[in-house]
């Protein structure tokens, strides 16, 4: 299982989002199943959609080759990170078939400027 785009740039305080089609063997999944969405920025920070439903919003509708499918929106501007790269960051996403969460990725680089 793949992301779309692996490189994600955010600007704290500011309203700048990134959008993601997730894919699985090179289709778009659709995201209107999840129920929580994590991200690991390191050992020990996590944004978390349960206790930070602001910094995410799915299903979004998005436009990849030339289809609409149903995406995840990050809003990290206002999440607290402190300015820096952030490499290896994991996705993590729960739903009705994972239930303690998959990783979907774990190699997402964050750029907070």
Do not use: H
């Amino acid at each position: 299982m793949t992301l779309c785009r692996d490189a994600l740039a955010f600007w704290t305080g500011r309203e700048n989002a990134a959008d993601l089609v997730l894919l699985s063997d090179d289709a778009a999944v659709d995201t209107t199943s999840i129920s929580r969405v994590v991200l690991r920025v390191d050992a020990t920070t996590s944004l978390d959609s349960s206790t930070a439903p602001a910094l995410f919003e799915w299903p979004v509708s998005l436009t990849y080759l030339g289809a609409t499918v149903k995406g995840l929106r990050l809003k990290l501007g206002g999440s607290g990170l402190a300015a820096g790269d952030y490499e290896r960051v994991w996705l993590i996403i729960y739903d009705p078939s994972y239930t303690s969460g998959l990783v979907w990725t774990d190699s997402l680089t964050l750029r907070v400027t």
